[in-house]
């Protein structure tokens, strides 16, 4: 069960215990006590209270009928201990016995007020009491009551101090004794206002001067002063000379010190530079300790910010530590390398040249396989970058690495890094297509493109890469083969972008430049996206081309033979389909002499009739014969191209039956 307890010091926080009913009360006091302590309050002392009855320590909550959820009030039971506010009642009564009595009514408001809203402050629960949630308000009130009160002291003082030494009385012999009022007693008042009244005025002055700083004091924040101190400017020189120490510990603590100063700004980075902190950031950065060789790659990292650096630092032969660290098992490491090398390739041709050189396309390509997201969106842009670059670009065209590892970088789901590695692969796509098509792997990333992003930018760049495949006979074919193709090209026309409908419909219209292709191009129904595009065209010539795909696969008069790849296959269909149309031609003259011998036949004549019904009769056996030919000639497809002669006569042969049933039928139509 749980009770939720209220209390009037802590107003804006509920305490949640979490009970039994068995358990005895002392035992829930112990559990608030835990609270308390963790708030920095275990000197509260508090008594718990259920339905205006205080509750007792040594029964249980069932003795007094505390269900669960029930709310319990903690009353405290001792009074918080303010010592200058106590102080403050006791100056508030001895000013009602001063010359100046109703000076005690001012000061019995401003103690009232300070007493009833001020909060108080823990490190650990902050700021608890009436005016927590706005102390600064609090304490605004508070000091400029302090300071009218100690002006109204200071004046009071000053009057005092005129009264004694101004003070002018001679006592009447006759009614001195008897005068309560008598001159005496009237300068020992004055004496005695003078004496509170300065003694007030310090005592005004001390909390006037707290207030004040207590309000400036509510304008620092966590951490101002330990990063006052954290912060201290080192001397470069000898943070470089420990550097250059054999001694391990030594070497990461200025490892360290160097990151920490080349992110101070421009000046500290250049006098790391001045010192020669170059070349030992880049020996460094090959050390055998991991925490030492991260602290001087992010060192590195951070001064090729600056382009000036860039070049010095390509001098000195950093590109190639870079390289190796790319080998690491730490991946924040490779990381942080492959940043630095980022900003090496982004500002200088030159530079590009000797990242692409020994070896380094290879260690950007290992490194993308197996970085985090971040060096992955990393790596795609250098190689973006190193693809701008006519030779580079010629050099990544002939090696497999780099563009195995684009291929890589297309199955991120990463937005970013699927975008700059499609942009690499056009580049080098028109550098070179046959590599593109020689990874088989990459279609089937190109197809599920749209399942990592729904960019219709994304979606243009695969199209452009796919259309490449559609150009070639063979990739086409595989392409054909792709469940996913029609579904995929589908979704890059809805997005009703010109240009990448204009890329579809080219994509549609390669596969139909073979009858092949165009068969296959039927099943997979791709005629409804040409259909798609003629309705929802994003302009005249995505229109025009979706109109040329429909009416070239309407029109199209391809058979319903399903011929092989191979070319002699594909050869001896096409004679199939002559030879099957001239048998068509024969057909046509002997239903021709059909029907001429129907008009020439008397009506009365059985004979001609029978001979008419036999004739039909051959007719339909010859075209089930047709049929099986045809069944026959489909098989044959199938096998292998040393078939084609056997085909061959097999329609022959049926051609010279058709043509021995129509000689025979003219005979006997004579």
Request: charged residues 20%; proline residues 2%.
């Amino acid at each position: 069960m749980l009770l939720y307890i209220e209390s009037s010091a802590f107003v804006v926080h509920t305490f949640i215990v979490q009970c039994t009913q068995t358990e005895t009360l002392a035992r829930v006091r112990a559990k608030l006590l835990h609270l308390l302590y963790d708030m920095g309050r275990e000197n509260h002392q508090f008594r718990l209270r259920f339905k205006g009855q205080f509750l007792r320590d040594s029964y249980t909550l069932d003795d007094y009928r505390i269900g669960d959820r029930c709310i319990v009030k903690m009353i405290p039971m001792s009074k918080r201990s303010e010592g200058s506010l106590y102080v403050s009642w006791l100056f508030v009564l001895f000013a009602f016995f001063t010359t100046y009595w109703y000076a005690g009514i001012w000061n019995f408001i401003v103690t009232l007020y300070a007493v009833l809203r001020c909060p108080t402050y823990t490190h650990r629960g902050g700021f608890v009491g009436t005016s927590s949630l706005w102390p600064r308000r609090f304490m605004i009130i508070f000091a400029v009551l302090m300071l009218l009160n100690w002006g109204a002291t200071v004046a009071l003082t000053v009057l005092s101090f005129l009264s004694i030494f101004q003070f002018d009385c001679v006592d009447n012999p006759d009614t001195a004794s008897s005068t309560t009022n008598s001159c005496s007693s009237q300068y020992v008042g004055h004496i005695y206002s003078m004496v509170f009244f300065v003694i007030h005025a310090i005592y005004l002055f001390g909390v006037c001067t707290t207030a004040l700083t207590l309000l400036k004091n509510f304008g620092f924040l966590v951490g101002d002063y330990l990063e006052k101190y954290l912060v201290i400017t080192r001397d470069v020189e000898k943070v470089i000379q420990a550097a250059r120490s054999s001694r391990v510990k030594e070497q990461r603590t200025a490892a360290f010190e160097l990151a920490t100063l080349s992110t101070t700004g421009d000046d500290s980075k250049f006098r790391i530079v001045a010192e020669g902190g170059l070349e030992v950031l880049i020996s460094l950065g090959l050390s055998r300790d991991e925490s030492t060789q991260e602290y001087a790659t992010e060192a590195m990292a951070e001064l090729l910010t600056v382009p000036a650096i860039q070049d010095q630092f390509v001098e000195a032969g950093g590109v190639t530590t870079l390289s190796t660290i790319l080998h690491s098992q730490n991946k924040r490491l490779v990381q942080e390398a492959a940043t630095a090398l980022s900003y090496i390739v982004a500002d200088s041709d030159e530079n590009k040249q000797v990242v692409a050189a020994e070896r380094g396309l290879e260690d950007l390509s290992h490194a993308a396989k197996n970085g985090s997201e971040v060096t992955q969106r990393c790596i795609a842009g250098i190689f973006l970058d190193l693809a701008f670059s006519p030779e580079i670009r010629s050099q990544m065209a002939s090696m497999n690495s780099p563009t195995s590892a684009l291929v890589t970088l297309c199955s991120s789901g990463d937005p970013e890094t699927l975008r700059l590695s499609l942009q690499t692969l056009e580049l080098i796509a028109i550098e070179s297509p046959d590599v593109i098509l020689y990874h088989e792997d990459l279609l089937e990333h190109l197809l599920n493109v749209t399942k990592l992003s729904l960019d219709a930018s994304i979606y243009l760049l695969a199209g452009k890469i796919i259309l490449y495949f559609a150009e070639s006979p063979d990739s086409c074919t595989q392409l054909l083969a792709k469940e996913n193709l029609k579904d995929t090209l589908m979704r890059f026309v809805k997005t009703d972008d010109a240009t990448l409908q204009k890329v579809v419909c080219k994509i549609i219209l390669c596969m139909l430049e073979e009858k092949v292709l165009m068969l296959r191009a039927k099943e997979q129904g791709l005629r409804d996206i040409f259909h798609y595009v003629s309705k929802h065209a994003g302009d005249r010539d995505a229109w025009n081309m979706a109109d040329e795909g429909i009416t070239v696969m309407d029109g199209s008069t391809v058979s319903k033979v399903y011929p092989s790849t191979s070319s002699e296959t594909m050869g001896s269909t096409s004679s199939l389909k002559k030879k099957a149309s001239s048998t068509d031609s024969v057909d046509k003259k002997t239903l021709g002499s059909l029907s001429s011998l129907n008009k020439m036949a008397p009506s009365g004549s059985k004979d001609p009739m029978g001979s008419i019904s036999n004739l039909k009769r051959k007719e339909l056996s010859e075209e089930s014969v047709d049929k099986k030919s045809l069944g026959s000639s489909s098989s044959l497809d199938k096998t292998a191209a040393g078939g084609s002669e056997d085909r061959t006569g097999s329609v022959s042969s049926l051609q010279k039956a058709k043509m021995g049933s129509q000689s025979s039928l003219s005979s006997r139509g004579n």
